[in-house]
């Protein structure tokens, strides 16, 4: 255990010297809150996807691709910079190495949650509009858990395969699929096949679960609710949760006896 806790001390440190964590996973995802809060506001409501209770599952979806982005530049680099290949020589197993880093990124993805509800919060009072009580606070946390798992093993398999330079570029193609197919700022309920298709993927039905937590209205002004969408959602997203550990896993363990 202490060999685990020391790993992740010093990859927290890593991370946390790279400006990339402040910009991106804290700055960037209260930025996108606040842009299309304000778009709302001067359309007189009429984007109800813009509203505080359903762009804060969206944007919380949204940023943790993020920790996926910076948690592959950290273990690309120790990679590249041979850090990785003299621990290996170590006797640290290689679920060791990998709760190393995820830890890191459990740590960054719930900082990253608290963040986007205190915007949250802290716009509904300036606009005057209600906010969810903590209890649905605590549930919309724990609902968002498998896919921030997920984004984690990402991060740590794109990291493990390619390198500092690549591994950035592939992660930027995850980003752009998590705000685009997720429906974090766009009304997917109203595209007919295309939102089908995204019901298969995890970014969609997070969002999906995160705002019938929230109570929030969809672009048809319908209330979300426990539908279809959420149940055959739930395993979309605990299939891709389950086959990210996995892959990064059988990876890892073959990177570590390569580099052996």
Not at 16 to 41: E, Q, S, W
Not at 224 to 228: A, I, Q
């Given at each position: 255990m202490n060999k685990i806790l020391n790993f992740t001390k010093r990859n927290l440190k890593e991370v946390?010297?790279?400006?990339?964590?402040?910009?991106?996973?804290?700055?960037?995802?209260?930025?996108?809150?606040?842009?299309?809060?304000?778009?709302?506001?001067y359309s007189n409501g009429n984007t109800p996807m813009f509203e505080v209770n359903s762009l804060l599952p969206g944007i919380i979806v949204f940023s943790y691709s993020f920790v996926m982005l910076s948690l592959s530049l950290s273990v690309s680099k120790d990679k590249e910079t041979f850090f990785l290949k003299r621990l290996f020589s170590s006797p640290m197993k290689p679920y060791q190495f990998i709760l190393g880093y995820f830890l890191v990124g459990l740590f960054i993805g719930l900082l990253q949650t608290i963040v986007c509800i205190i915007a949250g919060f802290v716009i509904s009072l300036i606009s005057n509009v209600g906010f969810v009580s903590v209890g649905k606070?605590?549930?919309?946390?724990?609902?968002?858990?498998?896919?921030?798992?997920?984004?984690?093993?990402?991060?740590i398999l794109f990291g493990t395969i390619f390198n500092d330079k690549s591994a950035p570029g592939i992660c930027s193609v995850f980003i752009s699929l998590a705000g685009i197919l997720g429906g974090c700022w766009m009304p997917i309920e109203t595209m007919g096949g295309f939102e089908a298709f995204c019901r298969f993927l995890p970014f969609y039905p997070s969002v999906y679960i995160g705002r019938i937590i929230t109570n929030a209205t969809n672009a048809l002004g319908i209330t979300?609710?426990?539908?279809?969408v959420a149940s055959l959602g739930l395993i979309a997203i605990s299939l891709f949760m389950i086959f990210s550990i996995v892959f990064t896993i059988v990876a890892f363990k073959k990177n570590m006896v390569s580099d052996k």
């Open positions: 946390l010297r790279d400006p990339i964590i402040y910009i991106f996973c804290l700055g960037f995802p209260v930025a996108m809150f606040l842009l299309f809060f304000t778009i709302n506001k606070i605590l549930l919309l946390i724990v609902s968002q858990l498998p896919i921030l798992v997920t984004n984690i093993f990402l991060g979300y609710s426990f539908n279809n």
